[in-house]
């Protein structure tokens, strides 16, 4: 997880394009409809420049986003302070999963999103993530979906690196930001969560229609409610689901549970 110091802007001009907005919108409906605690304590990791941290601020609840950029920490305070009706529900912190200050504290929703596609492999992130998660609470994974690698190469047309990552079955391709990422599947993921004493829900697929679209797709404002709501009713069944570029895993951690 570094070098993202690199890649702020370009990642911050993706969050903002209607792409990006359609991932951002389906999961946090998502996680508002999940969320049992009113407000809750969210432990947003890997907060990049703290669109979800913001968003769950704005919703009521308190927030902790935590990442290892101090480049990306510093556009999420900028952010921020523009929003000084958030103030008190924030909070930033610059840490990775490793160096998390939290031994012993839970939260009522642990969010983990774009984060393990930079990793080697997801189960030791899951099991600090899970640790973290209060009886009763979400984790919240967002990842790069294995089953779909290759669609989007097939769908802007570069038909060669389309054949070469279905053939080779591919776990792994190049991402939006230039750097090459690594796929979950969302079966896996579940059995990860559930090794922690969670409970996996359904997962949705995210963006599944509009993944192939560059930053400049800009859609009226009528043309995008109707995408988002396409995606939403998508997100939920197969096979639509499995072709999604991102999968969004949940799991709840029991009222009761001796973790």
Known sequence: ????????AAYTAHSDSARGRLRHD????RLRAEFTARPARVLDVGCGNGEMTLRLAAAGHQVTGADP????LATSADRLAARPELADRVQLIEADLESLP???????AVCCHGVLMYLAEPGPAIARLAGLVAPGGLLSILAKNRRSIGVREALTGDYETAHRLIESEADRSLGNLGRETRGDDPGALDRHAAEHGLSPLSWQGVRIFHDHLDDTWIPEPAAYAAALEVEWAASWRSPYRDMGHLVHTLARRPERSRS
Request: aromatic letters at 14%.
């Open 102 to 108: 939290f031994d012993g504290e839970r939260f009522d």
């Open 1 to 8: 997880m570094t070098g993202f110091d690199t890649v702020g």
């Open 69 to 72: 950029s101090a480049t990306m």
């Open 26 to 29: 389906l999961v946090e409906r």
